[in-house]
């Protein structure tokens, strides 16, 4: 009964009335399938593959003239524009340009794009120059003068995107340019079977009428878990129509996933994974693309589409070098995918097309460029007309060019219509069809756009359609069909009207009225819309399968629609009302809106009764549902099962310890926590068997171990979580060996790490997820004895049911915390205390308790030196390291307004051709900045042109030296030794650093903590936009210098562990007393002498005790240590000086250091005395 309980609950959950918000009244029809058409034979096939550069790619780095320019030194120009960020020739592969129509007959581009030279000089490659997002063609003049119409919000990353994906730039709201030509393929007489799918999540690209499918940039297509138990039965419920247009939409979408998911899956599985692709997202998303391409036939597809992405294009604060590492793994990407097509024989019918929202500045901005607008793209595949530059290269780079705005953005002189107008040639869109697949196509005509002869190798040129310019701010009327002999006359009765097939002379609405013809072929009640006509406006053809309409062929405002064969096409007309609505009709649509719809009670509550108006009633109605009528929520169910893996960086619950009810564990012996640690094999000669072992804890013991000794050490590069799953080991993860999980079986079991349940000692229970039980997988779901599970370490195994299982034991432990239910845990537990603020929102319920109260702790100056640093792994298990071995790159200088140095021993030279005048500069500035507290770090913030422009001119790990006083300080990377909590880098992100020091070895981070290290250095041969990009992304800022005296009460939280707290002496001030000062009452009497504190009058010190002084006052001034009123607001009282009012002083010295009370200037408690 149980377990079809939970049956019925999840069919629920799969069905149409939990998901929308009407009432699901079910048809007595039974929905037709929809039936995928028959190919054509013979039918070709072809792809299309985005590579979409996020982030705005510096694709001016990318194509870059080289040599042989026409009128100016176009190079020079490049290289005096760009500064920093210009590449140097030998950066720079040369190719040739023939056509003579680009300013240059040499250019180059950029070498970690080999592969794409390669393609270009074999005729493969193509590329578009100074492309962008346009709505018509623009020049420098109309752009200033408001005279074109511009795209919205350019340099915004989320308006270029949509506009560079939708090709509709004017259009927010407007499909996706592969989906409308998809779409026009399907809707042929003849239609294709077309299918899209993105690997790098939702994309503007792909959104249209018809479904795209997603799949994971690292395990390629995702199954429905339930699908082979449950899945005929969602079927059977979605087979009825439904009279509600979302209930419908949603049986109908279900309806087709299923099949498709299934054909998908059993497709991709059905073909062996490509050989030859890396392990960085790109190419793993290549690789998931060149398989499916592969399993093509069993999946009978003609027409497809896909979407990958090069992450972190964006350079703002980065080095020419971040871009070219991105090009670097699209090189290899690309290098990869390219063989595997043309191993399948495919490499003519692909082709790949490179994409961004924009260019970036031509001027850099700080390290790296800005957003910008144009930039150049290439086309690749073997039917591209390669070897040649189309579009038309700027012939100026500088501000003043014709092309050039302020701050070195480039107008585009290609519009993105320009090249998927070929494209969707090549694809197969007819060519009547163009100017619905590209709204904005005839504003470029007739020379704005790319011919399909000049892109792509076709044996004969094809016909060009028949195009009629229109002027660029008057959108055109839809290309006209062949005009009929005869069209058949407009029906004389008003809709509903049946239509045949051919042509069709129809009127258009009246007044008021809205006309809809739709296609019932495929769902009787919610046909699909074809064309409309609203409110006296002409036809027009409405996606996904537009018909083709001419109001320009038939007598007076009648257009001429074509009415294509096979369907069941019908026009429906609906008059708007004058009457008001009704109260039960105004009460229903409320319902629709505000809940999961509508009952007869419930309309019948808000609309019955003269007393109150239908807008009152809905009025009381939401503030009875804010108020009083108690939320339902899963909260509770979802935070016990939530369980993802965490590191000790996390801020929210904490790790499940194993004693803890749900606490998990697994038969297999490896899982994705191993990921860069080290198996090692040893040999247990009494039993026989070999011991896999990781960190010196066995994890299993196996009979024979067959893997290459060329790929030891056998570093875990990935791992399948299930016995049989495969594990990939290796020195070097691009030549990975794999075996298969093994189970944890252990020939002698250690006592000290396995422990032996019974049933009478706890209960464990499957995972169940979705419905499917995982028997690999248990969760403790009971104690009836006191826990024994725990060992020493976290590396802990339970003997159950004749079975070994591993603690999971960094899964997360969410704390429930509610008004009825106050968690136990309070801040100084394992677990975070779940607080929120006070609210208007919560004020009501919220419950004051103060245990939850965070810890505050006392002023505790401290050291950032290495015994700290190790200190925080020992005790609280944070990865804090200092960074060294940064190196400065080209075009830095010691005498940038602000710089960093550190003290060295030994000689003080260098070689840099610094004057010694500057030296001289740079030593006085030095001398003064000595008195800081940190005698090992100084940061100069040096005044204009206090030395002059010298700079490096290559990347150099060690900087200029200068001698001060006989100490030697060193010019260095301005975050060297700074001080970083890398522990979200080390356990939950994929960091740049780990990924470039490890090249598939251990994790440094925790290679370096376990080591008993401190000093995190810079891997020599990773490019320093790794860096950059961790810095910001994934260390998320220092936490200060090594050798800066620092106070742990101002500490990060996270860092702030009562562990560490007992290491450095920090006490939580609640515990501590309160300082207090004497408050005395006012007292005396005049005249009197050897007054003690707070007693008057007094008019003299002398007339004070010892150590006491008179304070005279006016208008009653306070007394310092004293209250009440005394004689009156004109009597003087002794007082003790210590709490008299200190006048501020100080100098503005950012280094000052044991500042006494009231002097400054402070930037931190560390500063001052104690």
Request: a negative charge; charged letters at 20%.
């Amino acid at each position: 009964a149980g377990a079809a309980l939970k049956v019925a609950q999840e069919l629920y959950i799969a069905s149409p009335e939990f998901h929308v918000s009407s009432s699901n009244k079910l048809e007595a029809a039974v929905r037709p399938p929809r039936v995928e058409p028959a190919p054509n034979s013979p039918r070709d096939y072809k792809a299309i593959v985005v590579i979409y550069m996020d982030g705005g790619a510096d694709t001016f780095n990318m194509l870059v003239p080289y040599s042989n320019c026409t009128g100016v030194d176009l190079f020079a120009e490049y290289t005096r524009v760009r500064e920093a960020v210009a590449l140097e020739r030998e950066e720079l592969d040369a190719i040739e340009e023939t056509s003579g129509t680009q300013p240059c007959s040499v250019f180059g581009i950029n070498a970690h794009l080999g592969e794409v030279t390669k393609l270009y000089r074999e005729g493969d490659a193509a590329f578009i120059a100074n492309v962008g997002p346009l709505i018509e063609p623009l020049t420098k003049q109309t752009y200033y003068d408001g005279s074109a119409a511009l795209p919205s919000s350019l340099g915004s990353h989320d308006a270029q995107t949509r506009a560079t994906q939708t090709v509709h730039a004017q259009e927010p709201s407007a499909d996706g340019i592969l989906a409308r030509m998809l779409d026009s393929l399907a809707g042929q007489p003849a239609p294709y079977r077309v299918r899209a799918y993105s690997t790098a999540g939702e994309t503007a690209f792909l959104k249209g009428a018809r479904p795209y499918d997603t799949m994971d940039p690292y395990d390629g297509p995702v199954e429905l878990a339930a699908s082979s138990r449950l899945g005929s039965y969602i079927e059977t419920m979605m087979r009825d129509a439904s009279s509600s247009a979302l209930g419908e939409m949603y049986s109908q979408a279900v309806s087709e996933m299923l099949p498709r998911l299934d054909e998908l899956n059993d497709a991709y599985d059905s073909v062996t994974r490509p050989e030859g692709f890396g392990t960085d997202v790109l190419s793993r998303q290549l690789m998931h693309v060149a398989r499916m391409i592969s399993s093509r036939d069993g999946r009978r597809v003609e027409r497809e589409a896909y979407f990958v992405e090069l992450p972190r294009c964006n350079t703002h604060n980065s080095f020419k070098s971040v871009f070219d590492n991105r090009l670097e793994d699209a090189n290899d990407a690309l290098k990869s995918f390219v063989a595997e097509m043309e191993r399948q024989g495919v490499w003519q019918d692909v082709v790949v097309v490179s994409a961004s929202e924009f260019g970036r500045s031509l001027t850099p901005r700080n390290r790296g460029s800005d957003n910008a607008w144009g930039g150049h793209h290439f086309v690749l595949g073997g039917s591209v007309n390669g070897g040649q530059i189309l579009g038309r290269y700027p012939s100026g780079l500088s501000d003043a060019a014709p092309l050039v705005l302020d701050g070195g953005r480039v107008i585009p002189q290609t519009s993105w219509e320009a090249v998927w107008d070929p494209i969707a040639q090549w694809f197969g869109v007819p060519p009547a069809e163009l100017d619905t697949v590209l709204p904005n196509r005839r504003r470029f005509l007739p020379d704005g756009l790319i011919a399909p002869e000049q892109l792509f190798d076709y044996p004969s040129p094809p016909a060009p359609p028949p195009l009629r310019p229109s002027p660029p701010s008057v959108p055109s009327p839809q290309p006209p069909p062949p005009a009929p002999a005869s069209p058949s006359p407009p029906p004389p009765l008003p809709p509903p009207w049946l239509l045949e097939a051919g042509s069709a002379l129809l009127p258009p609405s009246a007044p008021g009225q809205l006309l809809i013809i739709s296609d019932a072929s495929a769902s009787l009640s919610w046909p699909t819309p074809a064309a409309r006509s609203y409110d006296g406006r002409p036809w027009e053809g409405v996606m996904p399968r537009p018909l083709q309409i001419d109001c320009a062929a038939g007598p007076g405002p009648a257009c001429a629609i074509v009415i294509p064969p096979g369907g069941s096409y019908r026009v429906d007309g609906y008059d708007e009302s004058a009457a008001e609505p009704t109260p039960d009709k105004l009460a229903a649509r409320f319902l629709m809106q505000a809940t999961f719809g509508p009952t007869r009670e419930t309309i019948r509550d808000l609309a019955a009764g003269a007393s109150e108006s239908v807008s009152e009633k809905m009025a009381a109605w939401v503030d009875d549902q804010i108020y009083r009528v108690p939320a339902t929520l899963h909260r509770r169910y979802w935070r016990q099962r939530a369980s993802p893996r965490v590191g000790s960086s996390a801020f929210t619950g904490g790790q499940r310890p194993i004693c803890e009810p749900g606490a998990r564990f697994h038969e297999f012996a490896f899982t994705q926590n191993d990921v860069g640690r080290t198996i090692e094999v040893t040999s247990n000669s009494a039993s026989g068997m070999l011991s896999l072992r990781i960190d010196g804890v066995p994890r299993t013991d196996v009979r024979a171990f067959d893997l290459p000794a060329a790929v030891a050490p056998y570093v875990v590069c990935d791992v399948e979580e299930r016995v049989g799953g495969a594990v990939e080991v290796g020195s070097d993860c691009s030549n990975a060996a794999g075996f298969a999980n093994p189970s944890i079986d252990f020939a002698v079991p250690d006592l000290s790490l396995v422990r032996a349940v019974n049933a009478s000692e706890a209960t464990f229970v499957p995972l169940s997820s979705l419905g499917d039980t995982n028997l690999e997988v248990i969760i403790l779901a009971g104690l009836h004895a006191p826990c024994t599970l725990a060992t020493e370490g976290v590396d802990a195994f339970v003997r159950y049911q004749g079975k070994t299982y591993r603690h999971d034991w960094n899964r997360l432990m969410l704390v429930e915390n509610t008004v009825e239910s106050p968690s136990p845990h309070n801040a100084s537990g394992s677990l975070s205390c779940p607080v929120v603020p006070r609210t208007f929102l919560n004020e009501r319920t919220c419950k004051h308790r103060p245990e939850c109260v965070p810890i505050e702790y006392a002023k505790t100056p401290f050291t950032w030196d290495a015994d700290t640093l190790r200190a925080f792994y020992a005790t609280s298990r944070a990865y804090v390291f200092f960074i060294d071995g940064l190196r400065l790159s080209e075009g830095d200088t010691p005498c940038d307004s602000e710089s960093r140095w550190r003290r060295r021993e030994g000689a003080c030279t260098d070689a840099f051709p610094v004057s010694p005048t500057s030296r001289a500069a740079l030593a006085k500035a030095l001398r003064s900045r000595t008195r800081g507290l940190n005698p090992d770090v100084l940061d100069l913030d040096l005044p204009r042109d206090v030395c002059d422009d010298f700079a490096y001119s290559a990347e150099v790990l060690t900087g200029v030296r200068i001698d001060v006083d006989g100490v030697c300080w060193e010019h260095c990377h301005e975050d060297a030794l700074n001080v970083y909590d890398a522990t979200f880098a080390a356990e939950e992100s994929r960091s740049n650093i780990l990924t470039a020091a490890r090249t598939g070895a251990a994790n440094p981070f925790r290679e370096l903590a376990e080591s008993g290290g401190a000093m995190l250095y810079f891997p020599p041969e990773a490019g320093m936009n790794y860096w950059y990009d961790d810095e910001r992304d994934a260390l998320r800022g220092t936490v200060g210098r090594l050798g800066d005296r620092a106070d742990f009460s101002l500490l990060p939280q996270q860092l702030q562990t009562a562990a560490m707290a007992a290491f450095l002496g920090a006490k939580d001030v609640r515990t501590l007393p309160l300082p207090t000062a004497p408050t005395i009452e006012l007292s005396g009497v005049d005249g009197a002498t050897g007054l003690t504190a707070c007693v008057g009058e007094c008019d003299a010190d002398w007339q004070c005790a010892d150590g006491l002084k008179c304070f005279s006052r006016a208008d009653g001034e306070a007394i310092p240590g004293c209250f009440g009123e005394g004689g009156g607001p004109d009597w003087d009282y002794c007082y003790l000086p210590t709490y008299s009012a200190i006048v501020l002083s100080g100098e503005d010295d950012d280094e000052a250091t044991e500042l006494t009370a009231c002097t400054g200037e402070c930037d931190a408690d560390s500063q001052c005395a104690e």
